[in-house]
């Protein structure tokens, strides 16, 4: 397994998770990661999005300002930021590793590397 995500659970609307996203890969800091998500009957929806060497981070339009994606290194990890939910962020959250880098398609799902199995979050009214 390469990647793992964990951390998702049940919260309150305006409340707060943090993902995870462990990563076996042995050149983790080569890798650029996003964070999609699923929610049932829709299809897979970029979240965020941090560059491997740089670290400029990137937000779909519904993260922005409520999101943040972050990563170390040293532990081999991302994390996912997660305040203000809302009952529309419910959905199964996946963490992707990418080796291009490239912002360009950075929400094409199918040019990630590695993919995580996916951790439910669930946000309730």
């Known amino acids: 397994v390469q990647l793992q995500a964990f951390g998702g659970g049940l919260v309150r609307a305006g409340g707060s998770l943090r993902l995870s996203c462990e990563a076996s890969?042995?050149?983790?800091?080569?890798?650029?990661l996003g964070w999609f998500r699923q929610a049932p009957g829709k299809e897979r929806e970029f979240v965020a999005y941090?560059?491997?060497?740089?670290?400029?981070?990137f937000y779909s339009d519904s993260a922005k300002g409520r999101f943040t994606i972050s990563r170390d290194n040293a532990k081999k990890t991302g994390y996912l930021q997660m305040s203000s939910l809302t009952p529309e962020d419910t959905a199964t959250y996946y963490c992707a590793a990418d080796l291009s880098g490239s912002i360009g398609t950075m929400r094409a799902w199918s040019r990630y590397n590695y993919w995580g199995q996916g951790t439910q979050v669930t946000v309730s009214s």
């Open positions: 941090i560059q491997r060497r740089s670290g400029s981070t």
């Open positions: 890969l042995r050149t983790f800091y080569s890798y650029s």
